[in-house]
């Protein structure tokens, strides 16, 4: 999910930032080209951490500006499928929810809410489970899984969540499938062993 990369590029300094370090200036402008941007080979670019590398300035007639090779390293956040993510509920519409998870957000279709029929109240703005009763509202804390990338050029970019599976959702949800899943293994040997009381 959150990567560090080291990559090459090129830069122009203006005379503003001639009395600065080079590394400094460098650091200013990678930020300002970035930062915020999300690509598809490194996807959402958060920060550039640091520069490891400025060259020699070059000057070409008529540009004010000097040109630079740098190396520099970048954090990122690249959601891939299958992911499993964890984030906070941000806002509920009758569609889905919106899930937080750091610098993007993803979408969970009331389809993959839950494994459930699910409704949606729209004063109490949340999601109810008719069988299992199950509610997600905003500021919730849950756990999914990521089933669509959608990683465009410039600041957009679209994340599609599932939550139908065991052992995603909210902690209490989560909590629940573990139990269910426990109770069920203990109960398999004590079913076994009244078949093979019953066959004697």
């Given at each position: 999910?959150?990567?560090?990369?080291?990559?090459?590029?090129?830069?122009?300094?203006?005379?503003?930032?001639?009395?600065?370090?080079?590394?400094?200036?460098?650091?200013?402008?990678?930020?300002?080209?970035?930062?915020?941007?999300?690509?598809?080979?490194?996807?959402f670019?958060?920060?550039?951490?640091?520069?490891?590398?400025?060259?020699?300035?070059?000057?070409?007639?008529?540009?004010?500006?000097?040109?630079?090779?740098?190396?520099?390293?970048?954090?990122?956040?690249?959601?891939?499928v299958?992911?499993?993510?964890?984030?906070?509920?941000?806002?509920?519409?009758?569609f889905?929810?919106?899930?937080?998870?750091?610098?993007?957000?993803g979408?969970?279709?009331?389809?993959?809410?839950?494994d459930?029929?699910?409704?949606?109240?729209?004063?109490?703005?949340?999601?109810?489970?008719?069988?299992?009763?199950?509610?997600?509202?905003?500021?919730?804390?849950?756990?999914?899984?990521?089933?669509a990338?959608?990683?465009?050029?410039?600041?957009?970019?679209?994340?599609?969540?599932?939550m139908?599976?065991?052992?995603?959702?909210?902690?209490e949800?989560i909590?629940?499938?573990?139990e269910?899943?426990?109770?069920?293994?203990?109960?398999?040997?004590?079913?076994?062993?009244?078949?093979?009381?019953?066959?004697?």
């Amino acid at each position: 999910m959150f990567r560090l990369y080291t990559i090459e590029g090129k830069i122009e300094i203006p005379p503003f930032l001639f009395d600065q370090e080079k590394d400094v200036s460098a650091r200013i402008i990678l930020s300002e080209d970035y930062e915020g941007i999300i690509t598809h080979d490194y996807g959402f670019i958060i920060a550039v951490v640091d520069v490891l590398e400025v060259g020699k300035g070059i000057i070409i007639p008529g540009n004010a500006n000097t040109f630079h090779e740098v190396i520099f390293t970048i954090l990122t956040f690249k959601p891939t499928v299958s992911e499993v993510v964890e984030g906070t509920v941000v806002e509920i519409v009758d569609f889905g929810s919106f899930v937080r998870l750091g610098p993007l957000d993803g979408l969970v279709h009331v389809s993959q809410i839950c494994d459930d029929y699910i409704s949606y109240e729209q004063v109490g703005n949340r999601f109810i489970g008719k069988e299992t009763g199950k509610i997600l509202e905003v500021n919730d804390q849950v756990r999914a899984k990521i089933i669509a990338v959608s990683l465009g050029t410039g600041r957009s970019g679209k994340l599609g969540l599932t939550m139908r599976q065991k052992f995603l959702g909210k902690e209490e949800w989560i909590e629940n499938d573990i139990e269910e899943t426990y109770s069920e293994k203990e109960m398999k040997p004590a079913e076994s062993n009244q078949d093979e009381d019953d066959s004697t």
